[in-house]
T-cell receptor, first 109, second 113 residues
């Protein structure tokens, strides 16, 4: 499985953009890059995933480096509800999610 | 849609007791999973079922058994609970054909005393 490196923690102010980085230098060419988040006392929640091209959905945007060795999850306007642990997870088509420690995002009012 | 439903939400067991955690999904997903999460840790995979009729061990299967009862339901059994199994248990489902994400349940908080 590909290894990932994420900052232990990040902070943001409400209504400001947040860029959450992830390094996955050993990713294989067929691994999708998945992002999940876990709010306090809840199960993980799917955020977004992509393969090569940048992706957007109603929750966030995913920017994938051209060499695919890193990616960035972008929350365009952070809210207090976005305070969570964010996990970046490379995943093969028929693979299984393997969680690391993730990034703890704190959002200040 | 309810998504992934887990029961019970909370449970306290005495050491040596047995119990079954139930999980059901209504999204017609092929694959289902059981994870555990210890305090301050990431999730670890216990068992998974890639499709109806198949089950496989994950990272931490010792002390657990599973049953894929049908496409909707995937149960996790603790035959003889131990304090080390005190954790929050999450069930999830996915469908790789749709190349989508996993959907997780809200968890079962289990304490073994």
């Amino acid at each position: 499985d590909a290894k990932t490196t994420q900052p232990n923690s990040m902070e943001s102010n409400e209504e400001e953009p947040v860029h959450l980085p992830c390094n996955h230098s050993t990713i294989s060419g067929t691994d999708y890059i998945h992002w999940y988040r876990q709010l306090p006392s809840q199960g993980p929640e799917y955020v977004i995933h992509g393969l090569t091209s940048n992706v957007n959905n109603r929750m966030a945007s995913l920017a994938i480096a051209e060499d695919r060795k890193s990616s960035t999850l972008i929350l365009h306007r952070a809210t207090l509800r976005d305070a969570a642990v964010y996990y970046c997870i490379p995943l093969t088509s028929y693979g299984k999610l393997t969680f690391g420690q993730g990034t703890i995002l704190t959002v200040h009012p | 849609n309810a998504g992934v439903t887990q029961t019970p939400k909370f449970q306290v067991l005495k050491t040596g007791q047995s119990m079954t955690l139930q999980c059901a999904q209504d999204m017609n997903h092929n694959s289902m999973y059981w994870y555990r999460q210890d305090p301050g840790m990431g999730l670890r995979l216990i068992y998974y079922s890639a499709s109806e009729g198949t089950t496989d061990k994950g990272e931490v299967p010792n002390g657990y058994n599973v049953s894929r009862l049908n496409k909707r339901e995937f149960s996790l059994r603790l035959e003889s609970a131990a304090p080390s199994q005190t954790s929050v248990y999450f069930c999830a489902s996915s469908d790789f054909v749709l190349a989508g994400g996993y959907t997780f349940g809200s968890g079962t908080r289990l304490t073994v005393v």
